[in-house]
């Protein structure tokens, strides 16, 4: 498993941009496939994007398709998760993941270790 710590959560009116971070321990980093999801009040966790092991592959939920930018950076163990044009229903807790999946993975059950979540709220 990995520690996964998320930063960068904060209050931003509808159109404006965050910037999650995502610190990762360990030497074994560039082993996991990493991936964001989010979590409304009163909703299931929804996946919000994930990023292979290079970096080269990304994917998307549908929801955030064009808006949002997943990247990673192996050698100071860090994934970053980019929120541009946001919007109202974008408000969530955010959640940083890990797993050793080489398949792209769009669900919680792969996913061995979670971060403790970052809290984004976006005004209308």
């Known amino acids: 498993q990995v520690l996964l710590v998320e930063s960068g959560g904060g209050l931003v009116q509808a159109g404006g941009s965050l910037r999650l971070s995502c610190a990762a321990s360990g030497r074994t980093f560039s082993t996991f496939r990493m991936g964001w999801f989010r979590q409304a009040p009163g909703k299931e966790r929804e996946f919000v994007a994930t990023i292979s092991r290079s970096g080269e592959s990304t994917y998307y939920g549908d929801s955030v398709k064009g808006r949002f930018t997943i990247s990673r950076d192996n050698a100071k163990n860090m994934v970053y998760l980019q929120m541009d044009t946001l919007k109202p229903e974008d408000t969530a807790v955010y959640y940083c993941?890990?797993?050793?999946?080489?398949?792209?993975?769009?669900?919680?059950?792969?996913?061995?270790?979670w971060g403790q979540g970052t809290q984004v709220t976006v005004s209308s």
């Open positions: 993941a890990a797993t050793r999946s080489f398949m792209i993975a769009t669900t919680q059950g792969p996913y061995e270790s």
